[in-house]
């Protein structure tokens, strides 16, 4: 079974910049898609970012496009989240997740996603 575990979230200023990083165990990462998810206090969690097996089919929600970058190294079993110009609304706890099935397209959609880390507390404050 996939395990993630997500690290890397912090307090940061506006403009500032952070990046996630989400480890995995259990199975190897290269054939599962692996979604970015953050939900802020008294909203629903939403899609941020999706990679599939390799990093040329990405996906990003409207308001990170430009922003954000997610990668993966599958050697390290890791998938990154490099996200810069950060915002007040980027607040919320982010998570990780992967496809339930291998070998499949990415997309910012929950239930396409099995596995989820515990999630890392990202505040964007001054």
């Known amino acids: 079974q996939l395990q993630l575990v997500e690290s890397g979230g912090d307090l940061v200023q506006p403009g500032g910049s952070l990046r996630l990083s989400c480890g995995a165990s259990?199975?190897?990462?290269?054939?599962?898609?692996i979604g970015w998810f953050r939900q802020a206090p008294g909203k629903e969690r939403e899609g941020v970012s999706c990679?599939?097996?390799?990093?040329?089919?990405?996906d990003y929600t409207d308001s990170v496009k430009g922003r954000f970058t997610i990668s993966r190294d599958n050697a390290k079993n890791t998938v990154y989240l490099q996200m810069n110009s950060l915002k007040p609304e980027d607040t919320g706890v982010y998570y990780c997740?992967?496809?339930?099935?291998?070998?499949?397209?990415?997309?910012?959609?929950?239930?396409?996603?099995?596995?989820w880390g515990q999630g890392t507390q990202v505040t964007v404050s001054s």
């Open positions: 990679i599939s097996l390799s990093d040329s089919n990405t």
């Open positions: 259990g199975l190897t990462l290269d054939y599962y898609s």
């Open positions: 997740a992967g496809d339930l099935t291998p070998f499949r397209r990415c997309v910012l959609a929950q239930n396409q996603y099995g596995y």
